[in-house]
Structures are given as C-alpha cells and as structure tokens.
C-alpha cells in the first residue's frame, strides 16, 4: 500500500470538517430534538424495525435505555429518490449483480427517517469536532466513511503528501464484507457522496465478498471454528495462504474453507519453484506453447480485471502442468509465469525473478500483453468418449467445421478402430480433462455456458432419453448422482451447490463453449 490511513490522521479530520461546513451551507445538516430508544453497544438510537416478535430488542443491542438529545441530522431522505433510480439503472454500482435486490430493499427501509451524524461531547467524547458546533462530534460511520475519499486526496491542502484526486477517483472498485452492505456502504455512503455533489459516473463500484465458513456455518469465536491465519502461514507459507484465499472459489460467494486445499496451492508453488532445475535457453515462447501462452496471458488478464482470481490461476495450474509435461520451460517461458503469478504469490516471484537475473524488480515490470494471432493453432487434440469413457485422442485441423468434424471423424480408422458406433458422442473439445469419477472440466473456462445449464441438460438427457445435436461441447457423463431415478431440477441445483469436489469446480466456473461439438 501506499500508505496506512488512519481516521486519527490530521488531513482525514480536516476533510471531514471540510465536508460537514459544505453540507451544511447547503442546508443538507439540521439539528434537532429527538427521544427514543438508545443501544449504548451500538451508540445508536433504535426503532420499532429492531423489535422482535415480542417486541423486544434483542441482545446484540446490549444495554438499551430511553434517551432524548439534540443532534445534528443529515437530510437522508433528499437523495431517496435519486437513490432508487441510480440503483436500478446501475449495471456496475453493486456487485455481484444478486445483491442489487438487497440495496434496493434497504432503501426503502432507510429513507423514512433522516440520519444522526453527531453525538454530544459530554456523552461521546472522541470523535471529530463539528466545526460549527464545538459541543458535538461526528458519529464514527460518517466520520468513517469518508477515508475513502480523504486519503485519496479529496479537499487535499497543498503539500499534504497525499494523491492527486483526480488521478485515483473514481476507484475501481471498494471491497466489502456482505455483512456492511445495507445501510452503511449501499445506502449511506452514495447518499452523502451525492450530496457532496459526485456525479453518477463518479460513483464507485461495491464488490461484495463472501465469507468462509466452515461445514456450512460462518467462522465464529464462540463457536470456536476459527482458522488462525498465523498457523496457516507458519505451516505453509504466506504466499500458498494468500494464493489459497484467491483460488478457493468464487469471490462473491460463500466458500467452505479447506486445509487440504491450502496444502494443495503450497504444492503448486513447489511446482513452479522446481521449474528453476528445467530452464533451457530461449527469451521467447517454444514453438508448441506460444498458442498456449498468449492463451494464458489474455485468460489471467482478463480475470484479474474481473476478480475471477479462482480460474485465472487455475489457467497458470494447467500452463506449469505442461510445462512439466513437456520436461522444460524456456527463459522467456517462466518470465512471462512468473509476472502472471507474482499479484497472488508475491514473494516466491520476486525470488525467483532475482535467481534468474530477470532484470528490474518484478513489480516494477509492465503487464504482459497477448496476440491474438499467435493465439490460434494448426492442429488441436480431440478426446474421442464412448459411453461416456474417453477411448482416445486424435489430432485434427484447428478451422474444421462441425459437419466436417463429423464427416472426418466417423471415416478415420483410428477413431473406427475405437469401436465408434452411430449414437455414441464424439467430444471435439481440445483442452478437457476427464476426473477420477468421470466428471469433466474445461481447463479453458469463460462465460460461454453456465454449469447449471450443463447440468440442466444432463438432467434431460438422463430422463427423457433426448440426444439433441448441441453446438456447445458437452464432453462429460452423467454423474452417477444426477443419474438416480426421479431426480428433478431443483436436486440438479442442490447438487450443483453441494461441497463435492467434482462439483464444486464446475459451480464455481463456467464451461468453454464450442462450436464444433457433435454427436455421431
């Protein structure tokens, strides 16, 4: 990072007065008399919505005593209409798109009441002093929220030392927790951007993370499921823990944590450390991997920008598969892996790019760029299945039609002598991988076709007896537990979601459509 930002800092506070002298010019901030319910815990007042069926509030609230105080109150629901419309035309505001429901849902719980911003001194004595009205402070999620903009140089003094704010703003994007979703970021924060007068372009991006669970249950002290990540990193290392936490599974979604898949991504890191013992002379890419290595770095690229870290190290997975496959890895090979590899395994990279005189730092270097032409191939492999078992592998030209495909195949000798019969299923997929229970993965993933249409298909295909002619590759079995009687769709989706592993890789993914799949 750049620099810790700390909401105790001399340039974030006056920020803050900044902002509060401006909103209230505009007659955005009143004060005001008001009695209710007050969770000393939570330091907020609370309404009858934080009331359980008996009409109680419960204990997360702790101690809740009857209060009345003056405070200074942001005018929240002037920005509700705006709010509504922003949200609901927005395709990038919140992200993944699922939770745009939940935002929208919180405003309009949260727009019939304006905003406590301040608390008084004699209560509260920390905090940020309004600068209008010396007995009061501002209330921390206020205060809070704008670190965000303050330490990237918003309403910045000359010579503060912090950034050119038209250089950074507006971000990328904020990575949250879905549990501080509603109200604070998805409603508060654009409420208040808004009213400082950002416009809708300058409005950032919500990424919302999942949690780790454990057997299904969020990690909890009191439950005493807990990962310390200090075990993992005494253990393993922090690179195969940091590596892990990016490919364990999909970033916006809940994702069981597994010891064993740490290992699993220390091992991996084992793998491209012996690459070291294989290097041969060569800057460039070998002549039988430049396709795959222009592949590799548009498929890494391009998720990173997506935050699909999961598959885009699964692609760099394959690419030292065979490098090891083939026995060596050129100069030029490992330079390019290793600067796909450092922003999620940083010191392993760094380390190995030193051994190798590589030059100027690794992260000093420009990102990698592919070329679309090198990408293309002559010949590609063809697994050829029977009865759902692959029985071979042929090479056939890149640009071959589907109808030439099946013209080819079913005349070859090689496949002839496979016992290939008219009905069985030919899969035209050059980069499969069949697993131990006969389920496959792409190793090339993208948005193409979801697994649940996949499975989708399985599912019809297993209980109506269809064998339709599909342009999508389809190059796997019928698991056997999608194969029992009187499965329905919603069990397909069950099993979609279940914690198996051969599962679980395609939930998490999306298999490579292609346009020459064909059934014999």
């Known amino acids: 990072y750049d620099g810790w930002?700390?909401?105790?800092?001399?340039?974030?506070?006056?920020?803050?007065?900044?902002?509060?002298?401006?909103?209230?010019?505009?007659?955005q901030l009143y004060k005001k008399s008001y009695r209710g319910f007050y969770s000393v815990r939570q330091e907020q007042f609370l309404t009858d919505k934080e009331r359980d069926e008996d009409g109680?509030?419960?204990?997360?609230?702790?101690?809740?005593?009857?209060?009345?105080?003056?405070?200074?109150?942001?005018?929240?629901?002037?920005?509700?209409?705006?709010?509504?419309?922003?949200?609901?035309?927005?395709?990038?505001?919140?992200?993944?798109?699922?939770?745009?429901?939940?935002?929208?849902?919180?405003?309009e719980r949260s727009f019939d009441a304006d905003l406590c911003i301040s608390r008084p001194k004699e209560r509260l004595s920390w905090g940020i002093e309004l600068p209008f009205d010396p007995d009061f402070v501002t209330y921390v999620w206020f205060d809070a929220l704008i670190n965000y903009v303050s330490f990237a140089g918003y309403l910045a003094e000359p010579g503060s030392g912090l950034p050119e704010f038209s250089r950074l703003w507006p971000a990328d994007c904020e990575v949250i927790g879905k549990d501080i979703l509603v109200p604070a970021h998805g409603v508060y924060w654009p409420a208040m951007l808004h009213a400082m007068g950002f416009s809708d372009e300058e409005m950032p991006t919500l990424l919302v993370h999942g949690w780790?669970?454990?057997n299904g249950?969020?990690?909890?002290?009191?439950?005493?499921?807990?990962?310390?990540?200090?075990?993992?990193?005494?253990?393993?290392?922090?690179?195969?823990?940091?590596?892990?936490?990016?490919?364990?599974?999909?970033?916006?979604?809940?994702?069981?944590?597994?010891?064993?898949?740490?290992?699993?991504?220390?091992?991996?890191?084992?793998?491209?450390?012996?690459?070291?013992?294989?290097?041969?002379d060569g800057e460039g890419f070998s002549k039988d991997l430049e396709a795959e290595m222009h592949q590799t770095i548009k498929k890494v690229s391009e998720d990173y920008e997506k935050m699909k870290f999961n598959t885009a190290i699964a692609a760099m997975m394959t690419l030292v598969?065979?490098?090891?496959?083939?026995?060596?890895?050129?100069?030029?090979?490992?330079?390019?892996?290793?600067?796909?590899l450092n922003p999620v395994a940083p010191h392993i990279t760094e380390e190995m790019w030193e051994d190798q005189g590589f030059g100027a730092p690794i992260h000093h270097q420009p990102w990698p760029k592919w070329d679309e032409e090198k990408m293309k191939t002559a010949e590609v492999e063809i697994a050829v299945q029977i009865c759902g078992k692959v029985r071979g592998r042929i090479m056939i030209p890149a640009d071959m039609t589907k109808e030439q495909a099946e013209q080819e195949l079913i005349q070859r000798e090689d496949v002839q002598a496979l016992g290939i019969a008219p009905g069985d299923y030919v899969c035209y997929d050059p980069k499969t991988?069949?697993?131990?229970?006969?389920?496959?993965?792409?190793?090339?993933?993208?948005?193409?076709?979801?697994?649940?249409?996949?499975?989708?298909?399985?599912w019809r295909m297993h209980h109506t007896g269809e064998r339709p002619r599909y342009d999508t590759c389809i190059g796997f079995t019928v698991h056997e537990e999608v194969g029992h009687g009187g499965s329905t769709l919603p069990q397909v989706d069950e099993l979609l979601a279940s914690d198996k592993a051969e599962i679980q890789a395609v939930s998490y993914t999306h298999l490579r459509a292609h346009e020459t799949g064909a059934y014999l």
């Open 5 to 27: 930002a700390a909401t105790t800092d001399p340039r974030h506070k006056a920020c803050v007065q900044k902002i509060l002298t401006s909103l209230k010019d505009k007659g």
């Open 56 to 107: 109680n509030f419960g204990p997360e609230w702790g101690e809740v005593v009857e209060l009345e105080e003056e405070n200074w109150y942001f005018r929240l629901a002037d920005q509700a209409e705006w709010m509504k419309q922003f949200v609901e035309k927005s395709g990038s505001f919140v992200l993944p798109a699922f939770r745009k429901a939940e935002v929208l849902n919180a405003i």
């Open 212 to 214: 780790w669970n454990i």
């Open 217 to 280: 249950e969020k990690m909890s002290k009191s439950r005493g499921n807990v990962i310390n990540p200090d075990d993992i990193v005494r253990d393993l290392g922090a690179d195969a823990f940091r590596l892990y936490e990016m490919f364990m599974g999909a970033f916006d979604q809940a994702i069981p944590w597994s010891t064993n898949g740490a290992k699993g991504c220390r091992r991996f890191l084992d793998r491209v450390w012996k690459l070291q013992s294989m290097v041969c």
């Open 321 to 340: 598969n065979d490098f090891f496959a083939k026995g060596q890895v050129t100069r030029g090979e490992l330079r390019m892996l290793l600067l796909l």
């Open 433 to 458: 991988v069949i697993t131990e229970s006969g389920f496959v993965k792409s190793r090339f993933l993208d948005d193409k076709a979801s697994a649940a249409c996949l499975l989708t298909l399985l």
